[in-house]
């Protein structure tokens, strides 16, 4: 076996193994979802697209889940903040 056959099998094994662990991330992604919450259109009773304090207690959030979960701080959710911020 020469040099060079044995250096392009370990980077050929190299890459496969980088393809594996790229694949392995990718389909982990979003596999976490808030499942015993309404959504948010629910949630949001009269529809003004954000979420007040009230709201979100309605729903069954505490208040310090509310306070945490308000990215932006200025006290109502979004949509993405309760998407995104929510647990
Ligand atoms: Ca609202
Ligand atoms: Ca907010």
Do not use: H
């Not at 044995?6 to 662990?21: H, N, P, Q």
């Not at 976490?32 to 697209?49: H, V, W």
């Not at 308000?70 to 993405?80: M, P």
């Amino acid at each position: 076996m020469k040099a060079g056959d044995s250096f392009a099998m370990a980077l050929g094994l190299l890459l496969a193994g980088f393809g594996t662990l790229a694949w392995a991330g990718a389909s982990e992604e979003g596999s976490e979802k808030t499942a015993s919450l309404p959504s948010f259109e629910e949630a949001d009773k009269d529809g003004d697209g954000k979420l007040s304090m009230e709201e979100a207690k309605s729903v069954g959030l505490s208040e310090e889940t509310f306070e945490e979960e308000d990215l932006d701080g200025d006290g109502q959710l979004t949509e993405y903040d309760y998407k995104y911020g929510v647990k």
